[in-house]
């Protein structure tokens, strides 16, 4: 079991990278390849743009992930165990719930010529129309950036504030501080190194997305030329299916993209210690920070009021009568265009809600299962000293590294030489491909961290182990147990691409329909779609938060903190 269920979710990765190797190669035989060629990569090769198009996903994997980390770490050398660190856990956790796609349409309307930021300055500024600038997709792929920094920032965060206590910070600050170090260049030598080495998963899989993304690229991004993986998306979906070749290699190129923005970020990591070490060998101290701490700030600062500010906006434009810039806020309000949305968005939100919830509790069994076996593997070592072997963790992880375009268009064109046509079995296992690694990410640690003994003292009253896993362990973990599958639940209403491919248009669901209204000028349709998008989510994790302290009102060691 320890290694079936990793193999089981890593196959489709497999099986789609073969998918596209083989016609990538001029060999797919359903549409006349039948020897293998280097003509689709000429043909990518000559394509106008490509070199930018890959530039611009280059780009966007490693300037999102520094910037993000760059953020992450300096909020937290600023305000470890103060009422700011207490007040961004609070704030911030909300934030989880939010889909990339509703993060980028709440950004779009604030930054846009015509959006909130340019309407507060139109008085100050004394122009009483839209500035003609290109800021949402601008060339330099800056507002894509940017939207993919303001959800993955405080997604960092917060897998950071988990990973804390495992760093000993008191005792390293106390020893820095006693060294003379100032408190932020104490935590950024000796604590944030310790922190990293737990995250680092996490931050690969950020650079892997950002460099490979679609539908934060599709509603921010440039579109002459777009960055590669929303270019593969229109020549997969062309009507002339000789472009499918092309794509094949287009999706290899994706791939080699990707994996040069991980190995630049690895080199980047060796340089950074290699700083550090000179650094600390240098004998600053660095104990004057004066405002520096306050700058610290910043960015988490922009990046959760960015999120919030732009989801209230949205709001705003789905009840919005007529609206004339430069306005602040609409003369009138009302709630037509929710009227006309809400008949339109049932069918989407039914087919949200049953892949969400389906795909969610599967990956929450496969899950539970591998790490009891895992735990019952290793019975000596239980406790925090159990962890997922890297050759799990490898396989569990894949589909977070490798990116969605370079292996899912080669899994559709398996299914569809095994006459396996879209259906919601399919969407459900190709959902539960990238909602399993975020439930292990999430249920790992809690799962191990348990204190073995409270099943010894089952087992020493008769109970056997089904019973100790039901009776004990997963009564102590429904906190951890719910948050997990709400977090899998979110990270499937949250798929663009696999819904795309896997559901060839025809299995619609919120996000797809949110994203397809990007290229649409009605935003008021769009706030309402992309409050839609949220709305799921959001009750995932009020339920997740709500449901064990009402399982456990009369037990209070057992409430969630």
Do not use: C
């Amino acid at each position: 079991m320890a290694l079936a269920v990793p193999a089981l979710l890593a196959l489709p990765v497999g099986v789609g990278l073969v998918g596209v190797v083989l016609p990538a190669f001029g060999y797919l035989p359903a549409l006349g390849g039948e020897a293998f060629s280097l003509a689709p990569f000429r043909q990518l090769l000559a394509t106008p743009g490509l070199g930018t198009s890959a530039l611009l996903s280059l780009a966007s994997g490693l300037v999102t992930t520094a910037i993000s980390t760059l953020g992450v770490a300096l909020f937290l050398a600023a305000f470890h165990g103060t009422a700011g660190d207490r007040l961004a856990r609070r704030l911030l956790a909300p934030l989880l719930a939010v889909p990339h796609a509703a993060a980028a349409f709440g950004l779009a309307f604030l930054i846009a010529p015509s959006g909130l930021v340019f309407r507060l300055l139109a008085e100050p500024l004394g122009f009483d129309r839209p500035p003609d600038l290109l800021i949402v997709g601008d060339p330099l792929g800056l507002a894509m950036m940017a939207g993919l920094i303001a959800k993955e920032m405080p997604f960092l965060l917060l897998v950071a504030f988990a990973a804390l206590p495992q760093a000993d910070p008191v005792r390293r600050m106390r020893l820095s501080a006693s060294l003379g170090y100032g408190r932020m260049a104490g935590f950024l030598l000796t604590v944030w190194p310790g922190v990293y080495r737990q995250i680092r998963l996490p931050v690969l899989a950020v650079a892997a997305y950002a460099s490979g993304v679609v539908d934060v690229a599709l509603i921010l991004g440039p579109s002459l030329p777009a960055p590669l993986a929303v270019r593969l998306v229109a020549w997969m979906n062309d009507p002339d299916l000789s472009l499918r070749f092309m794509a094949s290699a287009g999706a290899l190129l994706q791939l080699a993209v990707t994996g040069a923005v991980l190995l630049l970020w690895i080199a980047g990591e060796q340089l950074t210690a290699a700083l550090r070490r000179r650094v600390t060998g240098g004998g600053r101290r660095f104990a004057e920070e004066g405002a520096t701490r306050l700058a610290a700030s910043i960015p988490v600062a922009l990046a959760g009021a960015s999120v919030f500010f732009g989801l209230s906006w949205l709001f705003v434009w789905s009840i919005a009568g007529f609206w004339a810039f430069p306005d602040v806020l609409p003369p009138s309000a009302d709630l037509s265009t929710w009227s006309r949305v809400l008949p339109n968005a049932a069918g989407p939100l039914t087919t949200t809600f049953l892949v969400a919830i389906l795909s969610a509790s599967l990956a929450l069994v496969l899950v539970v299962m591998l790490l009891e076996a895992r735990r019952r593997q290793f019975p000596a070592a239980a406790g925090r000293a159990v962890r997922l072997s890297p050759a799990v963790a490898g396989l569990i992880y894949l589909p977070l590294i490798v990116p969605q375009i370079a292996f899912l268009f080669g899994l559709q064109v398996t299914l569809l030489s095994l006459d396996l046509g879209p259906s919601i079995p399919l969407l459900i296992a190709a959902h539960l491909v990238f909602v399993a690694p975020y439930v292990a990410l999430a249920l790992a640690d809690p799962w191990f961290a348990v204190d073995p003994r409270y099943e010894q003292v089952a087992a020493s009253l008769g109970h056997g182990a089904v019973a100790g896993l039901f009776r004990v362990r997963l009564p102590m973990l429904t906190h951890a147990v719910l948050t997990a599958l709400a977090i899998g639940f979110a990270t499937s209403v949250g798929q663009y691409l696999p819904t795309l491919l896997i559901g060839a248009g025809r299995l619609p669901t919120i996000t797809t329909e949110a994203v397809a209204l990007a290229s649409g000028g009605n935003r008021r349709v769009i706030g309402a779609y992309a409050l839609l998008q949220t709305l799921l989510p959001f009750l995932a994790f009020t339920l997740s938060g709500t449901l064990p302290r009402l399982l456990w009102r009369s037990r209070r060691a057992m409430k969630p903190a």
